[in-house]
């Protein structure tokens, strides 16, 4: 059995939005046990929105946002990955602005925030794993997603882009602290030049830059140096791994990904809850068929069925 853990003690960084550009302060504060992820805006009179797939709000190709109540936040995903692959349950998420900021493009930052800064602090309660006990899949045209069993959270993910330098790049990788924190968490974000003009006239990639995006040109990348020959295709996982957090528990099977984006991301992880059926909530990752004892009443109804 694996305890909630929170953080230790409340960290702050400041930053600006991607898409926004503006200044954005972000503070993490502890959480008690069984609250989960909930963000806040603090300029607004700190109205609470739940890092779940109920208040899934401005999704697109670019990406993921929250909404309750007329408020919302935006960008959320490199810094739900974060949470969810350092195994924080709890948090409160303060922003003073819509937009979490976008660091270096990365969640090294945030990883950087959470494991030096603050710490983790571990609660008296036990960790629920959505255990995955059947295939769950989705297709929007040549855009595939899907989720099998598997004893641990791995992930492949495949791309291809009509661009020289990522036609294909495929990964698998279970996902650890320590794998997420050396191998996927410094990935950056990316886009093509081509579509920066667009994507301004949208009133998007306003706060973009050099310094917290890879841009693609023609040919090559504009920034100076890559962070890892298959950069792009981490920076997918991960994405893939803060939307899939939306089901609001870690996830325990093998999660596969071709061409996929925020959008894929997030209807998928709608779909998993509505397939009751096809996972339970667990304890423990290596737990089996054992149920927990507080798990939803459709979990428990199964067992009888
Ligand atoms: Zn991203």
Redesign the pocket.
Known sequence: MSAQRTLRRTVSCSGIGLHSGSKVNLSLKPAPADYGIRFQRADLGGLEIPATVRHLGGIDQYQTGLTREAVSVETV??LLAALTALGIDNLIVELNSPEVPIMDGSAAPFVYLILNEAGVKRLQAPRRYLKVLRPISLTQGDKRIALYPSDHFKVTYSISFDHPLLRHQSRTMRITEESFVEDIAPAR?FGFLKEVEMLRQRGLALGGSLDNAIVLGETGVLNSALRFEDEFVR?KI??VIGDLSLVGYPVVGHLVAHRGGHALHTAFAAKILEETDAWQLVESPDMGMVPVGAAPVRAAARQHA
Request: glycine share 0%; aromatic share 0%; no cysteine.
């Open positions: 995903e490199h974000t920076h991960l994405d």
